[in-house]
């Protein structure tokens, strides 16, 4: 079962097609930057996967947050 959680998406570090090159890219990420908890997740539109801090997830009742489906943690 996949969890869902909310995110502001203009605090977006990056927007992919490719679930591998989200993945890729959210390691790249965190080891160039030693970067905190990220996560990648499947966008409101079902079309692009997002890379997220953790930290930064929202209440779903936060006025700009979007429902995300984590897919994986980095």
């Excluded at 966008?43 to 489906?69: C, R, T």
């Amino acid at each position: 079962m996949e969890t869902r959680i909310f995110f502001n998406p203009g605090d977006s570090i990056a927007n992919i097609h490719d679930y591998n090159e989200a993945v890729r890219k959210g390691q790249i990420f965190k080891r160039e930057r030693h970067a905190d908890d990220l996560v990648i997740a499947k966008g409101p539109d079902d079309e692009e996967y997002a890379i997220f801090y953790a930290k930064d997830e929202l209440p779903a009742s936060h006025q700009a947050s979007k429902p995300y489906n984590v897919k994986n943690r980095l």
